[in-house]
């Protein structure tokens, strides 16, 4: 008998330890890929890592490959859209990380209808520590930092992991000035819709 291939799934690291979890619980059959969050902060930068591993990954991935960011997350202008086709590959219906969490297909802009709420999450809150970490180093200061969150409302903590207290008190490190308006006990379950929906749809495309 032939080894069992399974498709490789290239995510960013930002849902690094959601999708670990639904791996080790066997609720995905997938090899996993991530890609640093930390490129987040430049489009082209994010670009040129994500191709680079898509691009070590096909030749081995019989089963192919799936994305797991979302159309926002290398620019406005189709920019994600656009390498799934040069690459002829599956992507996650979702509009960004967040929306991935809530299941995807816009979700999140009916969470977040006027662009007003921080969500976070540990992948986002590790993120954003490390960027005041990175920002401080570079002298710039707390009020500077906070100024990044004054357009929003509040934060809302998105508990995926069964953490919110810890998760809590690492926001509460980040002072960015904002209170946490609601704790979402999401868990993974939508997340893991939208995952087994994307490798059907995966499965059906590598059999044609």
């Known amino acids: 008998m032939g080894k069992k291939t399974k498709p490789c799934l290239v995510s960013c690291s930002v849902l690094r330890e959601e999708l670990k979890k639904l791996?080790?619980?066997?609720?995905?059959?997938?090899?996993?890929?991530?890609v640093s969050k930390y490129f987040h902060v430049d489009?082209?930068?994010l670009e040129r890592n994500l191709r680079k591993v898509v691009e070590k990954s096909l030749p081995h991935s019989?089963?192919?490959?799936?994305?797991?960011?979302?159309?926002?997350?290398?620019?406005?202008?189709?920019e994600m859209k656009k390498l799934i086709q040069e690459y002829n590959i599956v992507k996650v219906d979702a509009l960004n990380c967040i929306d991935c969490l809530l299941g995807g297909k816009g979700k999140v802009l009916e969470a977040d209808p006027c662009h007003d709420l921080l969500f976070l999450y540990p992948g986002m809150i590790g993120?954003?520590?490390?960027?005041?970490?990175?920002?401080?180093?570079?002298?710039?200061?707390?009020?500077?930092?906070k100024k990044l969150f004054n357009e929003l409302r509040g934060i809302v903590l998105l508990d995926t992991l069964g953490e919110a207290k810890q998760n809590k008190e690492e926001?509460?490190?980040?002072?960015t000035g904002l209170?946490?308006?609601?704790?979402?006990?999401?868990?993974?379950?939508?997340?893991?819709?939208?995952?087994?929906?994307t490798i059907e749809l995966n499965k059906r495309k590598q059999a044609h």
């Not at 791996?23 to 991530?34: E, H, R, S």
């Not at 002298?139 to 500077?144: F, G, K, P, R």
């Not at 979402?184 to 997340?191: D, S, V």
């Open 179 to 197: 209170k946490v308006l609601e704790t979402q006990t999401i868990g993974l379950e939508k997340l893991k819709q939208l995952l087994l929906e």
């Open 23 to 34: 791996v080790k619980q066997g609720d995905l059959d997938v090899d996993l890929v991530f």
């Open 43 to 45: 489009y082209d930068f």
């Open 62 to 78: 019989s089963e192919g490959l799936i994305i797991v960011y979302g159309d926002l997350c290398m620019g406005p202008n189709n």
């Open 127 to 145: 993120f954003f520590s490390h960027f005041k970490e990175k920002a401080q180093r570079e002298n710039i200061d707390e009020e500077a930092f």
């Open 171 to 175: 926001i509460e490190k980040l002072h």
